[in-house]
């Protein structure tokens, strides 16, 4: 994304040690740059108020500016960092690329490269420029597919790595006094830098028309001028630039200029307005009104053609090629995202808080996702009640992380990662389910944005109603923005990954199934299994957490768990709760697969189940059988008081595969067993399905709301409840 342009200032200062102090100082007087360069760049005269004449800034006396923009980086905070007059001829680009994306990470986004040519400015000279530039662009593309592979006369990179992907889009400025180098900046850089006497008057006029010739808008290439600290207003707004950069190594001057005319600039600027560069309209999908996006949206939705897309545009297990992200910040841009949503009935739409879904729910082709990560506060309401409200885009790590100073926990699925929004709207199969009951069972109230915009908070005393279908079928009736729950005391746990033999698959299920239902509340686990390997044993592994801090006690609770076949492999640990949650990776979702699971639920792993699950599992349809713990303080909700329903079973069972023939087929084997479903585990979303995790009477309550509460069906793209009298 860039902008038409805000008006920016900054700092050309010498490469020397001096820099940092002249930085810091910079940036506490709300300068927006420090620019350190590599070679020698031409600055003002002393009676000179713009580019031009040969007094130069840097040269190879300085330190070198690359190592200084680094330690400058990790010194500050906000100031961005342009590196400036590289000089082409001493870097290879690939290298370069990813060392810029490296810093621009480990800075916040805060990373611009100015380029010079070195050589002269002859038609070959600038060709290799333009070919240096793209092979930058093209590894800082990070979110391509495949290695860089460019071949041209000037640059050989027949197999570069990609990325890191940089944290922003790095903006490229060129610099130069020629009009061959003017023009190359109108066709493919992001900034001109006018080097010559000429000034920016007659070379921004080659930039515009160069880049209206590339298809581009002129307004994309930002103007960079280098001033004198005592230049006035008049004299800057006549430059045609929208970024100063003052020459000088006085903290004073710095301070005067700040005082005396960058005060009055910034105040009397108009603001500025988004503009696509011509790479991201290119890439805009059909049927989306990309240009009249909600004002408060515009400057945070992602796009196809932005460097962000590669972050966005997948979940944690499925690839996805939305049309568009929106991503709201507050309560007010959840309606207006909405707004847009309504706007585009015929489009898919996905809802997002963690991206970790297994249904694909929260992607999909050519739609429309509202990712709601933003929203991701944690907040103590009253802590005599143990009341904490949560936005539904935080992680449950996070959501861990915060209760643990309280001596608090809340049973939350069984990986960090996974955002609250999805699984407390579903149900919350956790570590501590048996003992402390599903996510939903802690819920108090939620906040939420219903299908025609209006925020409503729901709780057993307000919208009684929708908090009933809110707690199992809430993607449904709105998107929840925060939720409110009651919390447990919860100290250290035990937590339990044990390696067993599986040589009879069917005689394991059946003993570790009668162990669980034997044991004590306080233990919750799961049990995960995969298809036979040739030349290999046949193992699976249990896992459980106790929920209790006396090391006996832990043993004593899962020796019969660790007796129902031989052990090969065992560890236990005395941790907090928020240790077993902290197992989130780290970066954004790269899912590209398209997976199939299926899901049941089931009272008691009979005899008759294990022989088809062995079955299941010998055929080699599904690569993953998982089998996790409900029961319990499950089973105590009625089974009325929510719209999951399903509270007699004592087991969650899940199937993944990749091939939706084969998984279907072995799970027809596995069908009559259960009864119910979990929705968060489950990829075919039929209407069968919808029967499967609802039961009839349910099912008839959750229709005749949805037709109150979301008659046009806008909330269609899940597990679709049908309004009450709809056929679709």
Known sequence: MTTEHPMRFGVLASPGPDALALAQAAE???YDLIAVPQIPIASPAPDSRSTAVPAAVGGMDGLDSWTLLTWIAGRTERIGLLAAGLALGDREPAVLARAAASLDLLSGGRLELAFSA??????EVVAGVGEFVEVVRGVLDAGEAGPLRHLGKHYRVPNAQRGPLPAHRIPIVLSG??????????RTADGW???????????????????????????????????MPGSTAAELMALGADTFLVCTDDAGELRRFAEETMAGLRRDAPAPTIIRPSSVRAKRRPGIDYDNLPAALAGTAVEPGDLDYARVRSTYMRGGSPGLVLRPRDTAEVVAALAHVRAHPELPIGLRSGGHGVSGRSTNDGGLVISLAALNSIEIVDEARRLVRVGAGARWTD?????????????????GGVGVGGLATAGGVGWLARKHGLTIDHLRAVEMVLADGSVVRASADENADLFWAVRGAGGNFGVVTSFEFEVDEVGKVGFAQLVVAADDPAELLVKWGRAIEAAPRDLSGQLIMGPPRAGQPAFAQLMGVVDAEDPETIID???PIAAVAPLYQQNVTL?????????????????AGDPVSRSGLIAHLTPEFARAAARVLASGAVHWFQIRTVGGAVADVPAGDTAYAHRSANFSVIVMGSSKR???????ELYPHFEGLYLSFETDQSPARVEDAFPPATLARLRELKRRYDPGNLFRDNFNILPEGATR
């Open 28 to 30: 506490k007087l709300g």
């Open 177 to 186: 006094d020629s009009v061959r180098m003017a023009r190359l900046a109108g």
């Open 118 to 123: 070195a050589g002269g400015d002859g038609a």
């Open 662 to 668: 084969r998984v279907d087929a072995a799970w027809d």
């Open 193 to 227: 830098w006018e080097l010559g006497p000429a000034g920016l008057a007659v070379a921004g006029k080659v930039v515009d028309e160069a880049a209206v010739e590339a298809g581009r808008d002129a307004a994309e290439v930002r103007r960079i001028a280098v001033v």
């Open 399 to 415: 959501v861990a992380d915060a209760l643990l100073p309280y001596g608090w926990a809340l049973s939350s699925g069984d990986y």
């Open 575 to 591: 941790m907090p709760y928020a240790g077993v949650m902290a197992n989130a990776a780290d970066g954004y979702h790269q899912g």
């Open 557 to 559: 609770q899962l020796q």
